[in-house]
Nanobody
Framework: QVQLVESGGGLVQAGGSLRLSCAAS????????MGWFRQAPRKEREFVAA????????HYADSVKGRFTISRDNAKNTVYLQMNSLKSEDTAVYFC???????????????????WGQGTQVTASS
């Protein structure tokens, strides 16, 4: 069992920055690929970013490329999402997710992941 707890969400003006953290516990963190997803009101949950076990392979949704950066610290059992140049359309609940995976894999689909956090609200006001 893996427990995931997100933090770092909040209210920010459009153009601002936030850094989300997701702390994992329960298993060997470095065995897991990690992903960030988000869900806006009245919309389905969508992929944001993913990172493989060692942190050298990342994937991003087109809508956040160049603005968001996913990273991980396996010594701290934590994955991060640095969000810059936030837009009002980035407003959503952000979820981190985990799945035990092989070295180079980092999934981009919701069904790729097995463990999920409870989410943290990000609001970018224009």
């Amino acid at each position: 069992q893996v427990q995931l707890v997100e933090s770092g969400g909040g209210l920010v003006q459009a153009g601002g920055s936030l850094r989300l953290s997701c702390a994992a516990s329960g298993r060997t963190f470095s065995n897991y690929a990690m992903g960030w997803f988000r869900q806006a009101p009245r919309k389905e949950r969508e992929f944001v970013a993913a990172i493989n076990r060692s942190g050298d392979i990342t994937h991003y949704a087109d809508s956040v490329k160049g603005r968001f950066t996913i990273s991980r610290d396996n010594a701290k059992n934590t994955v991060y999402l640095q969000m810059n140049s936030l837009k009002s359309e980035d407003t959503a609940v952000y979820f981190c997710a985990a799945v035990r995976a092989s070295g180079s894999w980092a999934g981009t689909k919701e069904y790729d992941y097995y463990y999920w956090g409870q989410g943290t609200q990000v609001t970018a006001s224009s």
